[in-house]
């Protein structure tokens, strides 16, 4: 873990906002939207106060890179109905369980109300839970893009080999690249409520995956650059120091700051992994940017029978979200929090009326827990 | 019956079972061959239904506190629920300036819980208890049915005695004070969820679980005007600074780079999503004192070693918001605020 200090170097960061800066400079007064992709930039951003190091030409717009926010109101509602079902246990990652769904009720308001709901850290503690219950039917919750999607194919085949039959997965996983593609193509639309975006901060994890060839058609299609960053601070300010060098220059093209982790063709393995599993829907519907045609995965037909989907019914009513929340604006990247007339008042991580108050990656949490767009406490 | 009252308890296999908790026979039992045998002391040996004491010295002040303790796994890296139970009520006590001086110990215990390990928490307490300068000389015992607790649960509270013009309070925080901490935060949670996820690490992760009541005295004894001193322990140091900064009314200025971590314990908040600031901590302090003297209070801090790896990590300004603001390693500003609604799992 030596490594993490190195890339937070104080005056490397001083010598990367100088070199920022004159770069944005040479544009002369124009404005640079660049859109980091994912919540984990998202966060990094602010809670390393990197704004603060950044000329006032640079904006930076927040993706819909945060699997928590953009899982629809119907999908919490559909996990909070197989919870309530005598003898199931439904496991989910922390912060799922504060999301609110129809009628403000939240896995964790359910757990509280008597449903059996696990907060796990690792997919495999369901399959223990279910191993050492064999009279309860555990569900694992499964949400996430191409990061968390290979954890849940072994603990599928691990179920499948152990024999479970009281284990099964309601699968939400989704994918970067339709999403990506959506922002693209909506971007080109005036009358579309997207804004035009000059590049892309791609994703890190998520690339140590799929690897950086998914994102070339944004530069050859549409002309946009992109460069994927890691986490660290220093990452996503050399990032936004190669992107507008890219715009600068005239350029398009997918470039690999992040090199130590991800290369162009991605982790093979992880992939043959996941379509043993696992396998395309033909649309999956995402909060802020509607039904996206095979953006979303669920069990293939080899392993259909430990799909919650097919085990349990449930029965989710159509949706209104809260009028006033602006989460979906926000996850196209249209507005900001502090566009919402509920941020820091009525919606605060305590007590969070739309999903991106919920997650640490969320664009309100990350800018309410570090005080951006603030007034008083 | 009375050949029962007679057999010793069979600790090595034997399960705690309703009969325990009765009040009866078995119970006397478990307390007299578990309890009393190792926490011995004139007080508890009176038995009676309360415990007798006398202040060391008259016109004293006292200091009174108690916690719970429902920690999950019961023995962790650096320590059991039993000398946790101890360090957390004593540290508390000792926060005031006070010397703690006597502790209750109240058990909620599941049925079927395995005797060797009461006896082996027993014995743990006894022994922090011994270390920390205290007695345990007053508890209790309840069992309740399996499956309504998840194994034993731990009350303790704490009576310490300090001088009467010593006055150790978050009011007395004011802008211009120094803020230093004792040691590297977050050690007690991350050791506990690393334990739980079966992480590795090049250098073994242990609770910083111990009692500063050593570490007062010595700060104490420096002479320096002390305005307050705090345990960050549940909420980690994020919470604690916003909790003393509304009540003193005050904002605080951190520098990061000053905060002391482990690398262990980074990496680990790294790998689990976690921020150090917000992770329990059970054997660490933070004291307030006016800057003037913050180098000779760091000196008399880092003389003991319990506070080896102090460090001054920011000051109090004043701030009619009340905001804890931060910057970063790269130079930028953050606030930190309250730990925000994150259900962890139980890690005191
Ligand atoms: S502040 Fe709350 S209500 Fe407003 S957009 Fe964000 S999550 Fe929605």
Redesign the interface.
């Known amino acids: 873990?030596?490594y993490?200090e190195e890339f937070?170097?104080?005056a490397l960061?001083?010598k990367l906002a100088e070199s920022i800066q004159t770069e944005a400079r040479a544009g002369q007064g124009r404005v640079y939207r660049f859109m980091e992709f994912c919540g984990g930039h998202t966060h990094a951003i602010?809670?390393?106060?990197?704004?603060?190091?950044l000329p006032p030409e640079i904006k930076l717009v927040h993706g819909p890179g945060c699997p928590v926010c953009v899982l629809p109101m119907a999908r919490i509602d559909a996990a909070i109905q197989i919870a309530q079902i005598p003898d199931v246990v439904l496991c989910t990652y922390?912060d799922m369980?504060?999301v609110p769904g129809g009628k403000r009720l939240s896995l964790?308001k359910a757990k509280a109300a008597g449903a059996d709901v696990r907060?796990i850290?690792?997919p495999s503690e369901a399959v223990t839970l279910a191993q050492n219950n064999p009279h309860k039917q555990i569900v694992f919750f499964a949400i996430g893009f191409e990061t968390t999607t290979p954890p849940t194919a072994v603990v599928l085949k691990q179920a499948r080999a152990l024999g479970l039959k009281n284990f099964s997965v309601f699968c939400n996983h989704v994918l970067t690249p339709p999403a990506l593609a959506w922002l693209l193509e909506s971007g080109k639309d005036q009358s579309a409520d997207v804004p035009e975006l000059d590049g892309f901060i791609g994703p890190s994890h998520v690339s140590a995956i799929i690897g950086t060839k998914p994102y070339e058609i944004a530069a050859t299609a549409y002309g946009k650059p992109v460069v994927i960053a890691g986490f660290e601070?220093?990452d996503v300010m050399q990032s936004i120091l190669m992107l507008l060098r890219q715009v600068n220059s005239g350029q398009a093209k997918v470039e690999n700051e992040y090199a130590r982790a991800v290369t162009r063709e991605g982790n093979v393995k992880a992939q043959v992994l996941m379509r043993e599993v696992l396998t395309l829907r033909d649309s999956f519907e995402w909060r802020g940017l509607g039904w996206l045609p095979h953006s979303g995965l669920r069990l293939n037909d080899a392993f259909s029978d430990m799909d919650a989907e097919q085990r349990f019914s449930f029965n989710v009513e159509d949706v209104r979200e809260n009028r006033a929340c602006q989460c979906p604006a926000i996850l196209r990247g249209a507005k900001e929090p502090a566009d919402c007339p509920l941020f820091g008042k009525a919606c605060?991580?305590?007590n969070p009326i739309g999903s991106c108050m919920v997650s640490?990656e969320g664009s309100c949490?990350a800018w309410?827990?570090?005080?951006r767009g603030?007034q008083?406490? | 019956m009375t050949l029962l009252q007679e057999k010793p308890l069979n600790i090595p296999q034997g399960r705690i079972d309703m009969t325990h908790g009765s009040g009866g026979r078995a119970s006397a039992r478990l307390i007299e061959q578990v309890f009393a045998s190792v926490f011995d002391n004139p007080a508890l040996a009176e038995s009676n239904d309360q415990a007798r004491l006398t202040l060391p010295e008259p016109g004293m002040r006292l200091a009174f506190s108690s916690d719970s303790f429902v920690i999950f796994p019961l023995f962790f890296p650096g320590g059991d629920i039993g000398s946790l139970a101890v360090h957390g009520t004593v540290n508390d006590v000792a926060m005031a300036g006070a010397k703690p001086l006597w502790l209750s110990a109240g058990f909620i215990i599941e049925e079927g819980f395995p005797l060797s390990d009461l006896d082996r928490i027993a014995r743990s307490m006894a022994a922090a208890a011994h270390n920390c300068g205290v007695s345990i000389v007053t508890g209790d015992t309840k069992v309740v049915e399996k499956g309504k607790a998840d194994g034993l649960y731990i009350n303790t509270a704490g009576i310490g005695a300090f001088r009467a013009e010593l006055d150790l309070s978050a009011k007395r925080v004011q802008a211009g004070d120094a803020i230093l901490l004792s040691g590297p935060i977050g050690d007690h949670g991350i050791a506990i969820l690393a334990h739980r996820?079966k992480m590795s690490f090049a250098e073994p992760l242990l609770s910083d679980s111990a009692p500063l009541n050593g570490l007062v005295e010595h700060m104490l004894a420096s002479g320096v005007d002390i305005h307050a001193l705090r345990d960050p322990t549940r909420g980690g140091l994020a919470t604690t600074l916003n909790e003393i900064a509304k009540t003193a009314e005050v904002g605080m200025r951190l520098e990061e780079?000053a905060i002391p971590i482990r690398?262990?314990v980074?990496?680990a908040c790294?790998l689990?999503?976690l921020?150090p600031l917000y992770i329990a901590n059970e054997g660490r302090l933070i004291a307030f004192c006016p800057q003037a003297q913050a180098d000779k209070l760091l000196q008399a801090m880092r003389a003991h070693d319990k506070g080896s790896e102090a460090a001054i990590i920011g000051s109090v300004v004043p701030d009619a918001?009340?905001?804890i603001?931060m910057?970063?390693?790269?130079?930028?500003?953050?606030?930190v605020?309250w730990l925000?609604?994150?259900?962890?799992?139980r890690i005191c």
């Open positions: 873990m030596k993490i937070r170097d104080r960061a001083v602010f809670r390393f106060g990197i704004p603060d190091l922390g369980m504060r964790m907060m850290t690792s601070p220093l605060t991580p305590d640490s949490a309410y827990s570090y005080g603030r008083g406490n | 996820e780079s690398e262990s980074r990496g790294e689990l999503g921020d918001r009340h905001w603001e910057r970063t390693p790269l130079g930028g500003s953050r606030i605020d925000n609604g994150e259900p962890l799992p």
